[in-house]
């Protein structure tokens, strides 16, 4: 190694990419290599059971780093490349064709997993899990020639692929063995907003239902058994949540727990290693915790880049989420409170929802359907911990904005 300091990055995804640009702005005079093991230029991963699937875009439409490539800011690639060991004492990555590669400084972002469920097998004809641009293509030929389909998760992923193959005129059922969707993502009131809307749009929504047994018939197609039960179609995706992929760091000896354990600054227990995105777990407000979305990834990920090439900043972003289900763009931003308080829907014009959970008086979480402007005056309140009267929150003809003016 020789001239500026060498920085790694694991990962290309939006928390690796923003890693390895934020380090190389951060020091320009810096080494930094991005190792990824997928070959392709990075890519957004959102757009997969959106409008990959429907067909209104290909993965290569949204490069993470912009049109052209990590590559222009100065970061060196090595896609198609698996990180396999960290050396720790040699501060060294291993990758499996056996390069070693030295740094000074290390950032972990290797991402997540899907969750397999045993009853069905990834590769099994008919059964897709969807995760990268390869799942997506192979997903979307299917279900162009599928007249059915079987969505076994009601989760955020689950849930637009049901509604992608909807609008492409599938027959689409989800079972979902919860006694409702979105459990994690959405309180409870917002979930059943959006049950309604798929049931509307026709996909059939089967909760606290369970997968039984699964049997190919005669004809091709797959006949799942459940409890109250077959439901039969021709194509089957599984979206059954993820798994932090620690492995690399597990195996490395550095502290993992569901996730990999760093702190407010990105860093691990080493300090020249850092993890960021869906891979690691951070202090949150009421404990650790992991996130796993695009907005998390990417800023938790440029914290984690400046921090390895010599910054010293904490990650203090307000979380938040967004999904496109049919007509619906659903979005959540803050911190569940840990004993929710008051919860306060503000009516809005058309359908659009907007609903806050207090915390104390302040807005400690705030999901919206349709109500982007809303959605982003709400960020504001909660970053600023700006104390709010529900009643006013409550009330139209009160701007949003005022509140903001008022007391900030
Ligand atoms: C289909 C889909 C739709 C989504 N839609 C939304 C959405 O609408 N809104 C939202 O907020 N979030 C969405 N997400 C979630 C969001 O994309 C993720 O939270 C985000 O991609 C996480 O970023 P990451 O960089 O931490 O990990 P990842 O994006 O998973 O990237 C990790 C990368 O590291 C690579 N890697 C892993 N191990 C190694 C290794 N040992 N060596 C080299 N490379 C390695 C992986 O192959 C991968 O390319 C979606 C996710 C998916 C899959």
């Known amino acids: 190694m020789s001239g500026g300091r060498r920085i790694v990055v694991v990962g290309g995804g939006p928390a690796g990419v923003a890693a390895a640009l ?9 080494e930094v290599v991005l ?11 959102p757009p997969l059971s959106k409008a990959v699937l429907t067909g209104k875009a290909l993965p290569e439409d949204a490069p993470i780093a912009g049109p052209k490539g990590v590559a222009a800011h100065g970061v060196r690639l090595a896609l198609g490349s698996t990180a396999k060991a960290i050396d720790h ?3 060294t990555v291993v990758t499996e064709a056996g390069a070693r590669i030295g740094y000074d400084a290390l950032v972990l972002a290797t991402g997540s997993i899907n969750r397999v469920l045993p009853m069905f097998p990834p590769g099994r004809g008919g059964i897709h899990y969807l995760r990268t641009e390869a799942d997506a293509r192979a997903l ?36 979902e063995i919860a006694p409702r969707i979105l459990a994690r993502a959405c309180n409870a009131e917002i979930a059943a907003l959006i049950h309604e809307r798929h049931a509307t749009r026709g996909v059939d929504l089967c909760i606290d239902t369970a997968p039984r047994e699964l049997r190919e018939l005669a004809d091709g197609r797959l006949a799942v058994e459940t409890h109250r039960g077959a439901i039969t179609a021709d194509l089957i995706v599984v979206g059954a949540g993820v798994m932090p992929d620690d492995r690399l760091a597990r195996e490395a000896g550095l502290p993992t727990q569901d996730g990999i354990m760093v702190d407010r600054h990105a860093r691990t227990s080493d300090p020249a290693v850092f993890a960021a995105g869906d891979c690691a777990r951070f202090p949150g407000p009421h404990g650790s915790m992991r996130l796993e979305n695009w907005r998390h990834a990417q800023e938790h990920g440029a914290i984690a880049g400046r921090n390895a090439a010599g910054g010293d900043v904490a990650y203090a972003a307000v979380p938040s989420f967004w999904s496109e289900q049919h007509d619906m763009y659903v979005q959540g931003v803050g911190w569940p409170a840990a004993e929710p308080g008051g919860r306060v829907r503000r009516p809005l014009a058309g359908d659009a929802v907007l609903m806050f959970e207090l915390d104390g008086p302040q807005v400690a979480y705030a999901w919206g359907i349709n109500a982007q402007r809303e959605i982003a005056l709400a960020r504001r309140l909660i970053e600023r911990s700006i104390p709010v009267d529900a009643a006013e929150l409550a009330d139209p003809s009160k701007p949003l904005g005022s509140l903001l003016k008022a007391k900030a």
């Open 35 to 45: 190792i990824g093991d997928e070959r392709q230029e990075p890519y957004e991963k």
């Open 140 to 175: 979307k030929a299917r279900l162009h020639q599928s007249r059915s389909l079987l969505v076994i998760g009601g989760g955020l992923i689950g849930l637009e692929v049901a509604a992608s193959a909807a609008a492409l005129g599938v027959k689409t059922s989800v079972i």
């Open 22 to 30: 934020a380090a190389k702005q951060q020091d320009s005079a810096a």
């Open 89 to 91: 004492d040699a501060r």
